[in-house]
Structures are given as structure tokens and as C-alpha cells.
């Protein structure tokens, strides 16, 4: 009908992109906060020096006899953070199914 291709792009394929890939990056995001402090608790991720979630909780079980708020600072912000970002994705998700 005369249309350029930039013109279908713009009015028609990216707006009905966006909300997939917003729902995709949240789920994306709370996966890595999840396997990055995973990793950082095995001695995998990210190196001593530096403050990780998953390192703070490996060297907060060493003292957990004595002082077990060590650990659970750590691991209730991990928690937060994951089911927070997950619900935002599934908020998303649900927003996007109503249109």
C-alpha cells in the first residue's frame, strides 16, 4: 500500500515488542540477582575483595552460632529482591494480556 518498512517497524512491530521485553527483562533481572549470589556463595562469582550478597552470606554462616543476622541481612535481600522483581514481571505480564 505504499508503506516503507521503517514506517510498518515503528507503527506496528515495536509497540507490540516493548511489553514482551519488559516483561522479559524483570524475569531476566530477578534470575541473575538469584545465580550471581549463588555463584558468589560457592566461592564462583565474584572475587573475595569485592562485596557480594552471596559472598556476605558464605561469611555470615561461619559465625551463625553467635550472631545469625549476619546470614539473614544478606539472604532477606536476596529474597526481596528475586520475589520483588518477579512479581513486577508477572504484573507485566498480566497488564500485557489485558490488551
Known amino acids: 500500500m505504499g ?3 521503517g514506517w510498518i517497524l515503528r507503527r506496528h512491530v515495536l509497540p507490540n515488542c516493548l511489553e ?3 516483561v522479559q527483562l524483570a524475569l531476566a533481572m530477578s534470575v541473575g540477582v538469584f ?3 549463588a555463584m558468589s556463595f560457592l566461592g564462583l562469582g565474584v572475587i573475595p575483595p569485592m562485596p557480594s550478597l552471596g559472598s556476605l552470606i558464605k561469611e ?4 551463625a552460632y ?3 543476622y549476619f ?3 544478606p539472604l532477606l ?3 526481596v529482591l528475586v520475589l520483588g522483581l518477579l512479581l513486577i514481571s508477572q504484573a507485566l ?3 500485557s494480556r489485558r490488551r
Not at 555470615?60 to 559465625?63: I, K, L
Request: hydrophobic share 40%; glycine share 12%.
Open 71 to 73: 546470614v539473614f541481612g
Open 35 to 37: 545465580i550471581e549470589g
Open 66 to 68: 553467635h550472631s545469625p
Open 60 to 63: 555470615g554462616t561461619q559465625n
Open 77 to 79: 535481600v536476596v529474597v
Open 3 to 5: 508503506a516503507s518498512e
Open 93 to 95: 505480564a498480566a497488564r
Open 20 to 22: 514482551p521485553l519488559t
